[in-house]
């Protein structure tokens, strides 16, 4: 079974600022997906990034930019240029290539503070 | 486009009473999902549907929960009898067939308390 672990509870960042979110997983699969997804308070969480395993080359979505490493198990995000909009949950997220379901982490509590 | 659609918002029962969500996903979306999140935790999958079929259920308690889609659309999920481990947030969620694997686009969510 896969299993997701995001090590920091809670983080906070100036505005403005860059900060990293970290995650690991567990799989023995090669192919797989890796996700980022956003919650803010009392609203839709929506995805943020995507990750294919196939894919060497690191995923940006504007502001946003993960850190995968395959052989280490480890996918960050990082955000630049933190914005008082980016407080958020944020979760990792797992999906088996011809999966169906999406295996969340923890959470990660993220606050942008002016 | 219409977000995903869940009522009620939020939710206070006794243990041992019974409890309806009902889930409007977005219009077209063939799969919908329903997901657990207790406070502290990541979302864990009860179900999900194909169209009116059922793809994995393989977390969903099956001796108090029940979940139907109804002609392909709308679904409802029920808890009967509630424990009081089944105080969370339900999230419903759906995804189009023409989007990247992985992409789910969730409601609101249904907060439910159980006392």
């Known amino acids: 079974a896969q299993t997701v672990t995001q090590s920091q509870p809670e983080m906070s960042v100036q505005e403005a600022e860059t900060v990293t979110l970290s995650c690991t997983y567990d799989?023995?699969?090669?192919?797989?997906?890796l996700f980022w997804y956003k919650q803010p308070p009392s609203r839709q969480m929506i995805l943020v990034i995507r990750?294919?395993?196939?894919?060497?080359q690191n995923a940006t979505e504007n502001r946003f930019s993960v850190n995968f490493q395959k052989a280490a198990k480890s996918f960050s995000l990082k955000i630049s240029d933190s914005q008082l909009g980016d407080t958020a949950m944020y979760f990792c997220?797992?999906?088996?290539?011809?999966?169906?379901?999406?295996?969340f982490g923890a959470g990660t509590i993220l606050r942008v503070k002016s | 486009e219409a977000g995903v659609a869940q009522s009620p918002r939020y939710k206070i029962i006794e243990k041992r009473q019974s409890v309806a969500f009902w889930c409007n996903p977005i219009?077209?979306?063939?799969?919908l999902y329903w997901y657990q999140q207790i406070l502290g935790q990541g979302p864990k999958l009860l179900i999900q549907?194909?169209?009116?079929?059922?793809?994995?259920d393989s977390q969903l308690p099956k001796d108090r929960f029940s979940a139907e889609r109804l002609k392909g659309v709308d679904s409802t999920l029920k808890i009967q009898p509630a424990k009081l481990e089944d105080s969370a947030v339900y999230l419903c969620a759906s995804s189009p067939r023409d989007r990247g694997p992985g992409e789910l686009f969730f409601g609101e969510g249904s907060r439910l308390t159980v006392l």
């Open positions: 997220a797992f999906m088996k290539e011809y999966g169906n379901k999406l295996v």
């Open positions: 799989t023995s699969e090669n192919n797989y997906y």
């Open positions: 990750q294919e395993a196939y894919k060497q």
């Open positions: 219009s077209g979306h063939a799969t």
């Open positions: 549907f194909q169209n009116n079929g059922v793809v994995d």
